[in-house]
């Protein structure tokens, strides 16, 4: 297909370039939830935190960015719900609906659905719009993460953010970049800059 051939309305995300049917926003579902279920499988221990660092958290916000926040919401709504239901898709092959790490899955569903709105305003269109998207979404993972973390461990503040947060930061930023690099640049080989 010709990007040529294309028509972006105001309000698009990448997702919407490709032929509107129901088998494309299905495919695209279960796709989101199979990418984000591989990249949880990126895992490395962090020394002192019941949570590692995985692929999925960066997953799950371009699942949100590039689908918008209808299908990035449904995307990580079926990659909670299979893994509750037992399919070892969580970090390191896990599963269920247990697990210190339980609220940043959940922070990711709701950061999707943040990101995918503010990419239908723009937000993935620059490299300075795509790092602030990318700030919220983490921002909200976080947000219900840690609070999480803090009731299933007993852990108070200071430690729940030494373990849950800190560790983590340079890596979010990293993958900032990588979604700063790439988003603006799928748009601007798409022929589209808004």
Request: glycine share 16%; proline share 5%; hydrophobic share 55%.
């Amino acid at each position: 297909m010709s990007t040529a051939a294309v028509t972006t309305r105001p309000g698009a995300v990448l997702a919407d370039l490709l032929p509107a049917t129901r088998v494309r926003d299905i495919a695209l579902v279960v796709g989101g939830a199979a990418l984000t279920g591989v990249a949880a499988q990126l895992a490395v221990p962090v020394p002192g935190s019941p949570v590692p660092v995985t692929g999925q958290t960066f997953a799950a916000l371009l699942v949100g960015t590039a689908f918008g926040a209808r299908r990035g919401f449904l995307s990580l709504a079926l990659y909670a719900l299979v893994g509750m239901a037992g399919v070892p898709w969580f970090q390191s092959g896990t599963s269920g609906a247990g697990g210190a790490s339980f609220g940043y899955i959940i922070g990711m569903l709701l950061a999707a659905t943040a990101v995918g709105a503010l990419a239908r305003r723009g937000g993935d269109r620059s490299v300075l719009r795509t790092a602030g998207t990318m700030a919220v979404g983490s921002a909200i993972i976080y947000a219900v993460g840690v609070p999480y973390l803090m009731a299933a461990t007993g852990m108070g503040l200071g430690a729940a953010l030494a373990a849950g947060v800190v560790p983590f930061l340079i890596g979010d930023a990293l993958k900032a970049a990588l979604a700063m690099g790439a988003l603006p640049a799928a748009w601007k080989l798409a022929g589209r800059k808004g």
